[in-house]
């Protein structure tokens, strides 16, 4: 609680602080975020499946499986720095979504959905398109100009005409809380590189998510639980500045 209270008054207006922890003490250490950061100040909860978790079932013990850690965020004002970071998408999803391919250039597509959601109760402008008068999510003069670039489809006479999205265009899907994927968040199982022998070792790719998301080149980042150093490395390849603490020796050895 005394450390929280110190890392709240230490973060910048426009600072977040993320929290580990195990299923041991997540819920008190909510609890003492809640108290020491306000529970308005709470963002998300991180789901993060640990990729050497396993199930103890065969040596007997009677309870599920415990595969998850959880990531607490919360920021100090109404205002925290939050820079959207993307994910690649999947080969399953690229397949079902992005099957079409332009002969000419030979890029992925996808025909979207062009009407407006909510229809005119949302404010979307209705006009006719192709022959097609509709609800749409572009003005006017806006859909002139894709029908002009080419992106605007009319697949066969009478159907509503849709936009062409290419793959190429797409910066990937929004980092989500649910970090399933321990390949490209949270997986060290491929990347036996980084492997330093420390039990508490996150992966750089996990680190590099946070870091970009809640701060910006030549800002300050602080880990007052050092670890391994993981924080430190990443701070410094992203461009930030940082502080990295610890009371343990090892963690300090392994940090240089």
Request: with cysteine; hydrophobic share 30%.
């Amino acid at each position: 609680y005394e450390r929280l209270v110190l890392m709240r008054d230490l973060l910048a207006e426009d600072g977040s602080i993320y929290m580990h922890c195990d299923w041991r003490v997540n819920a008190y250490i909510r609890l003492a975020m809640d108290e020491v950061f306000g529970k308005d100040r709470f963002i998300n909860q991180i789901i993060w499946k640990r990729s050497y978790a396993h199930s103890d079932a065969k040596q007997g013990i009677a309870h599920y499986g415990r595969l998850h850690d959880v990531l607490y965020l919360f920021s100090k004002s109404e205002n925290p720095i939050f820079n959207q970071q993307y994910t690649p998408y999947e080969q399953d999803y690229i397949n079902t979504y992005y099957k079409s391919i332009e002969p000419e250039t030979g890029r992925r597509y996808w025909l979207d959905n062009l009407q407006g959601p909510g229809g005119g109760s949302k404010g979307n402008p209705r006009y006719e398109v192709m022959g097609v008068t509709r609800y749409w999510r572009y003005s006017q003069e806006r859909m002139q100009d894709l029908i002009k670039k080419g992106r605007i489809v009319q697949t066969n006479p009478g159907t509503v005409p849709k936009y062409k999205r290419y793959l190429d265009e797409m910066p990937g899907k929004p980092a989500q809380d649910l970090w399933l994927d321990t390949k490209s968040l949270g997986g060290l199982g491929s990347k036996e590189s980084e492997r330093l022998g420390y039990p508490t070792q996150k992966p750089e790719q996990m680190l590099e998510l946070l870091i970009a998301t809640s701060s910006n080149p030549g800002d300050l980042v602080a880990d007052f639980f050092g670890g391994s150093g993981t924080t430190a490395a990443v701070a410094e390849k992203l461009g930030r500045k940082w502080i990295v603490s610890d009371l343990g020796k090892f963690a300090i050895h392994t940090t240089r």
